[in-house]
């Protein structure tokens, strides 16, 4: 008989004592890799090579030419921590000023040098290495730098004529000098004859659209001083196939009275056929005259984000409808292209115009492969819009066809880099005998991750069909179904149709719950409830790469308990300077086996919204959040007038049982154990990752580690803290700021045994240690509609 779910998942609020203060170490770093013997030698080297720079600032000063010269200096593999880049931000911030102003790659700072008087006090700081005595901030800084040398532009375009090509400016880090750069350029590109339009990716980024460029004006541009990249600008389109078929699909209309969540299609149009056109708001919003619209792939997504259950005959999402608005920000491929600025621009155009709509739909994208360090402007861009606008772009992972020529997957196409966005791959939901996946596996066609900084992408996976090669080396395709512009039943594949599928559950969930929209909590409860299906047999690492963080559940799973388990919803703001370090966890003490050890399953998830820093490449994410669950002894009273204490309470023989180090070795090379498949290795808990999540079942534990660990006797805990990159830490404290991040912890914990009812258990804890805590408030309009179908 089915486990009745209906208990209401929790929030939980940390207590006034549980929020603690950071303390130094006061410990100092061991650097084995710093070579010291040669210090003296790469000062005079770094000197001469700033000294090459001092004729260029004469010359331009001489013309009235104010942009800084930039350097781009090649960091050691080894001095990437936080010291070793505030000793080189000691060198070249002189003058109160930030003269390093971001990151090019992964291990290249830019610095800007604004005139002679800034240079002479730079070189005076590394002629310091010749000195008597020389201090080791100065060792460690010049130890640090493997290479300095006078920035050129990264070019990479086609020369032949009327290419359209992208111009990207450098950002100072300065308002003024910013404008001088952008004022420049348009004055070079006028008195040049080259024509230019300024886009809006974002605030932070300066880039223009070049319509037209020759061979000599591409050679003119190299040699304007404030540019970073020249590039071709992409250009979208979308491709679709779809096959007609017989599958008779009953109208569905919404009930009279009734309200239903709204998602924004961003896409080539919805045609108003008659089983979409009564969920179609009244409104909607193109950039295109008709005769240059193509509804085919708008409608094929409309269609299964709207009935893609029924359409399948499985209740994988449990949406019971929703409205649709039409943003038609992308023309028919054959009458006209559209250029990535000209997108991004509609696509902030709509979202901004009708940010009433909180969940849009984006299955578009681009078949180059994301950078592995640099974060694209276009994720960037889709990242500001997300934030500007308090909404949650699903974004699909793309597709690739090197299925066809047996060759390995390409990785997410730029744009779904979108550390904001849910980024959705496709799995396969049969297998045909031709087909290359099996059921329920990563499809063929699906980009894997990871994305820039190893960041999870893609974020979930659902259902977008399979692919294979029959025996003539032909591609055949097991399609999903929709519906074409025409109103019949239509078929075809891609991540384009699984991430609507996606979208249907983050609208579905957002519009159950009854609290102010929170795309942070959106996002933690989708991937806190995603598991991988069971006939998925293969490495963790390879899942998250294939899948990211697997399959989400059903509406109703996501927001309602069972009576054997619990989940608890941690949403708040941390500070810098202060951690949150609750030893009063409230732990089931009945989830004990007859041995006197804990037992049972636990999950936590955590997402953070980090702040970002377009300047800052591969460390784009600026802030980091990490989180510690597991057992101690007792509470440890601290005297807080000693040194460096701040905290009057402390904890003897903490552990974590989130890391690696408590499981069995043996259990985790077993393929058939669930748990070992999805538990996160400790390589994807590291540092800034926005989303992180752990899966623990205690009987993984070694027989020393539980006897350790697991007694009966022992306490809980939970501590989150915050961490920031020295280069925001910088900027902030020149404008008197003290920055923070939002974050949702989720945590649920499960009886395997079903003993007892540890709902009621866990809340009768909350209540005994005085936590406020109260159920998800959830839309009473709408009926509970339990999924039973796929691999719980």
């Known amino acids: 008989?089915?486990?009745?779910?209906?208990?209401?998942?929790?929030?939980?609020?940390?207590?006034?004592?549980?929020?603690?203060?950071?303390?130094?170490?006061?410990?100092?770093?061991?650097?084995?890799?710093?070579?010291?013997?040669?210090?003296?030698?790469?000062?005079?080297?770094?000197?001469?090579?700033?000294?090459?720079?001092?004729?260029?600032?004469?010359?331009?000063?001489?013309?009235?030419?104010?942009?800084?010269?930039?350097?781009?200096?090649?960091?050691?593999?080894?001095?990437?921590?936080?010291?070793?880049?505030?000793?080189?931000?000691?060198?070249?911030?002189?003058?109160?000023?930030?003269?390093?102003?971001?990151?090019?790659?992964?291990?290249e700072l830019l610095i800007k040098i604004d005139n002679r008087n800034d240079l002479q006090k730079i070189i005076f700081n590394f002629s310091k290495a010749e000195g008597a005595i020389v201090s080791d901030t100065t060792v460690l800084s010049i130890g640090s730098i493997d290479d300095l040398e006078i920035f050129a532009p990264h070019v990479d375009v086609d020369t032949e004529p009327y290419t359209k090509v992208k111009v990207k400016l450098f950002n100072f880090g300065d308002t003024e000098l910013n404008n001088i750069v952008v004022w420049n350029f348009e004055k070079f590109c006028s008195?040049?004859?080259?024509?230019?339009?300024?886009?809006?990716?974002?605030?932070?980024?300066?880039?223009?659209?070049?319509?037209?460029?020759?061979?000599?004006?591409?050679?003119?541009?190299?040699?304007?001083?404030?540019?970073?990249?020249?590039?071709?600008?992409?250009?979208?389109?979308?491709?679709?196939?779809?096959?007609?078929?017989?599958?008779?699909?009953?109208?569905?209309?919404?009930?009279?009275?009734?309200?239903?969540?709204?998602?924004?299609i961003l896409d080539s149009g919805v045609a108003a056929i008659p089983h979409l056109k009564p969920w179609l708001t009244s409104e909607s919003i193109t950039y295109y005259p008709e005769s240059d619209i193509n509804k085919g792939h708008g409608t094929f997504v409309a269609g299964v984000l709207v009935y893609g259950d029924d359409l399948q005959g499985i209740s994988y999402t449990g949406l019971e409808g929703c409205k649709i608005f039409e943003a038609i920000v992308i023309p028919d491929k054959n009458k006209q292209s559209i250029s990535e600025d000209e997108l991004i621009e509609q696509i902030r155009d709509a979202v901004s115009r009708n940010n009433h709509i909180k969940i849009w739909n984006l299955s578009l994208g681009t078949t180059a492969e994301a950078d592995l360090h640099e974060f694209s402007d276009f994720a960037t861009s889709l990242d500001e819009i997300q934030d500007h606008n308090n909404v949650l772009i699903c974004k699909s992972a793309g597709n690739c066809e090197n299925f066809k020529m047996r060759a390995p997957k390409s990785r997410i196409s730029r744009s779904a880099d979108t550390v904001r966005g849910i980024?959705?791959?496709?799995?396969?939901?049969?297998?045909?005998?031709?087909?290359?996946?099996?059921?329920?596996?990563?499809?063929?066609?699906?980009?894997?991750?990871p994305g820039p900084s190893y960041t999870i992408k893609p974020d979930l996976s659902h259902f977008g069909?399979?692919?294979?090669?029959?025996?003539?080396?032909?591609?055949?395709?097991?399609?999903?179904?929709?519906?074409?512009?025409?109103?019949?039943?239509?078929?075809?594949?891609?991540?384009?149709?699984?991430?609507?599928?996606?979208?249907?559950?983050?609208?579905?969930?957002n519009f159950r719950l009854n609290e102010e929209f929170n795309p942070t909590l959106l996002k933690a409860l989708l991937v806190h409830s995603a598991k991988y299906p069971s006939e998925m047999q293969m490495d963790i690492t390879e899942k998250m790469k294939q899948v990211g963080f697997g399959l989400p559940s059903s509406i109703d799973d996501i927001l309602y308990n069972e009576p054997n388990e619990?989940?608890?919803?941690?949403?708040?703001?941390?500070?810098?300077?202060?951690?949150?370090?609750?030893?009063?966890?409230?732990?089931?003490?009945?989830?004990?086996?007859?041995?006197?050890?804990?037992?049972?399953?636990?999950?936590?998830?955590?997402?953070a919204s980090p702040i970002l820093d377009v300047s800052q490449g591969a460390e784009y994410c600026q802030?980091?959040?990490?989180?510690?669950?597991?057992?101690?002894?007792?509470?440890?009273?601290?005297?807080?007038?000693?040194?460096?204490?701040?905290?009057?309470?402390?904890?003897?023989?903490r552990i974590n049982i989130l890391g690696v180090g408590c499981y069995s070795t043996r259990k985790n090379k077993s393929?058939?154990?669930?748990?070992?498949s999805e538990r996160m290795l400790l390589s994807y808990g590291s540092k800034y990752q926005p989303v992180k999540k752990w899966c623990v079942n205690f009987d993984e534990f070694t027989p020393t580690n539980k006897d350790k660990y697991l007694k009966s006797t022992k306490n809980w805990h939970m501590k989150i803290e915050g961490l920031y990159r020295h280069s925001l830490e910088e900027k902030?404290?020149?404008?008197?700021?003290?920055?923070?991040?939002?974050?949702?912890?989720?945590?649920?914990?499960?009886?395997?045994?079903?003993?007892?009812?540890?709902?009621?258990?866990?809340?009768?804890?909350?209540?005994?240690?005085?936590?406020?805590?109260?159920?998800?408030?959830?839309?009473?309009?709408?009926?509970?509609?339990?999924?039973?179908?796929?691999?719980?």
């Open 1 to 107: 008989m089915a486990t009745t779910r209906n208990l209401p998942i929790k929030f939980f609020q940390k207590r006034e004592k549980d929020e603690s203060s950071n303390e130094g170490n006061g410990g100092k770093q061991i650097r084995k890799w710093l070579i010291t013997d040669n210090i003296p030698e790469k000062s005079v080297r770094f000197r001469q090579v700033l000294s090459s720079v001092a004729p260029k600032l004469d010359e331009k000063i001489a013309k009235n030419n104010y942009i800084p010269t930039v350097m781009r200096l090649r960091l050691h593999k080894k001095a990437k921590a936080k010291d070793p880049r505030k000793a080189i931000s000691s060198m070249f911030n002189v003058e109160q000023k930030l003269n390093v102003i971001g990151i090019n790659g992964n291990d």
């Open 191 to 264: 008195e040049n004859n080259i024509q230019f339009s300024r886009t809006t990716y974002s605030a932070d980024l300066n880039i223009y659209s070049i319509p037209s460029v020759s061979e000599d004006s591409l050679e003119l541009l190299k040699e304007f001083d404030g540019i970073q990249s020249i590039s071709d600008m992409p250009l979208y389109e979308v491709s679709f196939d779809e096959l007609e078929v017989e599958q008779p699909i009953n109208v569905r209309v919404p009930v009279e009275g009734k309200e239903y969540p709204v998602v924004g």
């Open 423 to 449: 980024v959705v791959g496709s799995l396969a939901h049969d297998k045909n005998d031709t087909d290359d996946s099996e059921k329920h596996n990563p499809s063929p066609f699906s980009r894997k991750g």
């Open 566 to 607: 619990i989940t608890l919803i941690l949403n708040d703001t941390l500070e810098k300077g202060k951690y949150i370090d609750i030893l009063d966890f409230p732990f089931p003490k009945s989830m004990v086996d007859e041995d006197g050890y804990f037992y049972g399953e636990v999950t936590v998830t955590l997402v």
């Open 465 to 509: 069909g399979n692919a294979g090669l029959d025996s003539r080396n032909n591609a055949v395709y097991n399609y999903v179904k929709s519906f074409s512009p025409n109103g019949s039943s239509a078929s075809s594949i891609g991540t384009s149709f699984s991430t609507p599928r996606v979208t249907a559950i983050a609208a579905g969930v």
């Open 732 to 792: 902030l404290a020149t404008q008197h700021i003290k920055p923070t991040q939002d974050f949702c912890c989720i945590v649920t914990i499960r009886d395997t045994k079903k003993k007892g009812n540890i709902y009621n258990e866990v809340t009768g804890l909350l209540d005994s240690y005085n936590f406020i805590h109260q159920n998800v408030k959830i839309n009473q309009q709408v009926d509970i509609k339990i999924n039973n179908n796929l691999n719980q």
């Open 623 to 653: 802030s980091n959040i990490d989180v510690k669950f597991g057992t101690y002894d007792n509470k440890v009273a601290v005297d807080i007038t000693q040194p460096r204490k701040k905290n009057p309470v402390s904890a003897s023989n």
């Open 671 to 676: 393929d058939e154990d669930k748990f070992r």
